[in-house]
DNA sequence: ACTCATAATTCTGTATACAGAATACATGTG
DNA sequence: CACATGTATTCTGTATACAGAATTATGAGT
């Protein structure tokens, strides 16, 4: 594979700051599990597959710490972030009451070309969901999520959303839930959508509440 | 004053970490308006002030994009991070969701002891206030919202709602309200006292949302 | 064989050095 | 005098080098 990024994206795009590509490479490498938690990161050894010198990988690592997917232990250097059941659970009920705020703001601020763009995703994760195919499903949950958020027009709270996520993803890559709660949570979404799309509040915070609630207890075994 | 941190703290304690303390001497400068919104930062001029090498800087400065206080332009460095007028509402309106959650929270899972300690900060801050020492009065503020969300028992929700706060700070220092909205905002807090006291989460929900919106009021004019 | 002490190695933390990009300034031209 | 262009300087981005701490390996003594 040789995934070197020191030489690489020098085509069209002028390279998007190294600093954020490694980055975003460990962010991925951390999130689909090549490095597992709890799993010292030796700086020598990941500049080596990264094709990096040390120094812009230490400031990656200092950046990673601030979203909490790695851990900074002085004298030792850097470690995958484990997390605890409580810390899932946790993370959740801060992620519920994200969304639900943003499903308040939502519903106030949104247009209606922004509220049909989320339909629009719903129903190509639909398509995934009856073709089964699990990936493509995965990605397309996140990213309804996301731009559900982003309807609130609320950066900050998008941020936090984010990095939140980011941290729920390599949990819910795991949490491999069986055909009837997968299609619990796509008939979950459906209801999200129709609540959005009549801008009914009271209804979709409680309806995405209960997304999220049952969220926990789809990934808690598997923690 | 010539506060080099370089070769300083090597005392009783064996020093915690020169990167963190270099994070934290620059948050405060940042807080305190040394360095000004917008502000370059040029990272020779910085290193000579603290007293310490380019490469520490950078990290501690990648530390301080993730908490959001500096900005890091590819190709042209850190700056301070500016804040709109939107900006500042939007992160009110998040904290205030954050603080209504804890308020939740803490009213089901606090100990006495913890919901006393509260008080007992209260008791302190009203001290201050009836001495009119402003910035003992200011620091307590801050000391009893963060207390309040660590009752929430939720690490998570006290982190993110601790790097608000450091944003908010710098706001917040700047809006001196008046006497009067003075008087105010600590006849909230002792309806926020009262109501944990009592454990009534509904009640404390709202008198906490009332608080932060009056807040957003007080500070709305001074951004 | 086990334990403790000591040496060797490895890794982190920091400083310095160099290359490329951005900015500012000065000079020349219309 | 305005504007463009070339040059010089400054700053960032990255790599390398060195010092100190942590870890591991080694060996002597019991």
């Known amino acids: 594979m040789d995934g070197e990024i020191g030489k690489t994206g020098r085509g069209i795009i002028e390279r998007q700051s190294l600093h954020q590509e490694i980055v975003s490479r460990l962010r991925d490498m951390i999130i689909e599990g090549e490095l597992q ?3 010292r990161l030796y700086e020598i050894q990941l500049c080596e597959s990264l094709g990096v010198s040390r120094t812009p990988l230490r400031e990656a690592l200092k950046s990673l710490a601030g979203e909490g997917l790695v851990e900074l232990v002085p004298g030792k250097g850097a470690v995958v972030r484990k997390f605890t059941k409580k810390d899932v659970h946790d993370m959740l009920v801060v992620i519920r009451s994200m969304e639900e ?3 308040r703001l939502a519903c106030e ?3 209606d070309e922004d509220i049909a763009r989320i339909r629009e995703i719903h129903n190509r994760m639909e398509a995934h969901f009856k073709a089964g195919e699990r990936m493509e499903y995965y990605k397309l949950n996140q990213q309804i999520h996301t731009s559900l958020v982003a309807l609130a027009d609320n950066p900050h709270l998008a941020a936090f959303h984010s990095t939140l996520q980011a941290q ?10 069986g055909p009837e709660l997968w299609a619990a949570a796509m008939a979950e979404h459906e209801r999200i959508v129709t609540a959005l799309e009549a801008r009914d509040a009271d209804r979709l915070v409680e309806v995405i509440g209960q997304h999220l609630h049952n969220a926990w207890l789809r990934v808690k075994e598997a923690v």
Chains 1, 2 share one sequence.
């Open 37 to 39: 938690p709890g799993e």
């Open 101 to 103: 705020l943003a499903a």
């Open 109 to 111: 601020v949104a247009s």
């Open 168 to 177: 729920l993803k390599r949990i819910r890559f795991i949490g491999h839930e």
